[in-house]
């Protein structure tokens, strides 16, 4: 099973290059458990998206503290 951190570096490297069989049905498993990397993935397809145009706006907001 994978790791949130294995997950995520799978997220940025599919930014790069395209995953093979075997990592996307990995990263599709963890998704499928994980809100927390369903969130992540988002996050990262739309710095992505952002990052094409703006590089500069890459910088992500302050969490917010909620406890
Ligand atoms: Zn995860």
Same mark, same amino acid.
């Given at each position: 099973?994978?790791?949130?951190?294995?997950?995520?570096?799978?997220?940025?490297?599919?930014?790069?290059?395209?995953?093979? +069989?075997?990592? @996307? %049905?990995?990263?599709?498993?963890?998704? *499928?458990?994980?809100?927390?990397? =369903?969130?992540?993935?988002?996050?990262?397809? +739309?710095?992505? @998206? %952002?990052?094409?145009?703006?590089?500069? *706006?890459?910088?992500?907001?302050? =969490?917010?503290?909620?406890?």
């Amino acid at each position: 099973m994978l790791m949130c951190r294995e997950a995520t570096g799978l997220m940025s490297l599919k930014l790069e290059k395209a995953l093979s +069989l075997r990592e @996307k %049905i990995a990263l599709k498993v963890h998704l *499928s458990i994980c809100p927390a990397c =369903r969130h992540c993935v988002r996050q990262f397809d +739309l710095l992505h @998206k %952002i990052g094409n145009r703006h590089p500069a *706006s890459l910088r992500m907001p302050e =969490r917010e503290q909620d406890d």
